[in-house]
């Protein structure tokens, strides 16, 4: 394997969508997430991804959305965006609009529901990989699509000079190690209850849910352990479980995060589009108190 490169950053939120109590996008709560997200830590954003509620965002919002963040963060930080979706013109579409919107790369999800043979997933990541000179994530998550992408997949993918990294929310440690060992894709954690162990076996950051509330403390984890300090790593890592825990597992991650950021001032309501519901009177109190125990209820973290 060449030397790693990093093509984004080491530390990117998978972005929610503020939306306003009318159910629009709120373009102005979405430029001060933005911003706050880099001020505390995360060099790149991913930005209508599964957190971002991608799924309920026509192609306009969409791209709105994806001009909103560029624009705002500039040169601060890499825009990473999700064009996946389970038809391969739509993701091509959205592929070209998203480079046109000033964006530094794409994020591509297994084709969902259609349940696609192995030659299908790689034609579809091979066909939007052709479609601009934008670096490719691809996305491998089969709790949510089906799918799991085969190893030969992976190694066969990455061969295409604009396919170089993997999100990595399988939970398959030891084919990841194996894609790692073999191929020059560049793996990010996309699980946050695995973000050390994919660390320790040589991914190259995270694409975090939970780093929305805890940008810095996720920087320190993600730089102790690229740097070797597993130690200092495994501290920072015990120090976050009980906030993953409270997001993660309570109900579905975008609900609870959003939750989190209402309390702490991040964007102005919890507000989700259906059919994701808001985050129940006990669930909100559940994520305050393991914010209130790690010190995290202010914005300014």
């Known amino acids: 394997m060449s030397d790693i490169s990093v093509p984004w950053g080491r530390v990117m939120p998978a972005m929610v969508t503020p ?43 969409h791209i709105e959305l994806v001009r909103e963040v560029v624009r705002t963060i500039g040169s601060r930080a890499k825009v ?11 993701t091509v579409e959205l592929a070209v609009r998203a480079a ?21 997933v790689l034609a579809h990541f091979r066909t939007v990989a052709d479609a601009t000179e934008l670096p490719v994530m691809l996305y491998d998550i089969p709790g949510r699509t089906g799918t799991k992408i085969a ?3 992976l190694r066969r993918a990455a061969e295409h000079r604009n396919i170089v990294a993997l999100k990595e929310a399988s939970g398959a440690l030891f ?14 954690s996309g699980d946050d209850a695995l973000n050390l162990p994919w660390l320790a076996l040589g991914a190259v950051g995270i694409v975090s849910v939970v780093s929305h509330l805890a940008g810095r403390r996720f920087a320190d984890l993600v730089t102790s352990a690229v740097k070797g300090d597993l130690e200092h790593a495994r501290s920072v ?7 993953i825990d409270a997001v993660m597992n309570r109900t579905q991650g975008a609900i609870m995060v959003k939750a989190a950021l209402a309390l702490q001032g991040a964007i102005p309501n919890p507000r989700v589009r259906s059919p994701l519901v808001e985050a129940t009177p006990e669930q909100t109190a559940d994520v305050r108190q393991a914010l209130l125990a790690a010190d995290l209820l202010g914005v300014a973290r």
């Open 100 to 120: 046109s919107a000033g964006a530094d790369g794409v994020l591509v999800v297994t084709p969902y529901y259609n349940k696609p043979p192995q030659a299908g």
């Open 175 to 188: 084919a990841g190690a194996e894609t790692i060992r073999d191929t020059d894709l560049v793996v990010y």
């Open 19 to 61: 939306f306003r109590s009318d159910g629009a996008v709120d373009l102005v709560a979405v430029a001060a997430l933005a911003d706050h997200l880099v001020d505390t830590g995360h060099d790149g954003i991913v930005v209508a991804g599964t957190t971002g509620e991608a799924p309920t965002l026509s192609d306009d919002e």
């Open 151 to 153: 190893p030969d997949t």
């Open 237 to 243: 890592n015990a120090g976050l479980l009980a906030l």
């Open 80 to 90: 990473v965006v999700g064009v996946g979706n389970n038809d391969t013109r739509h």
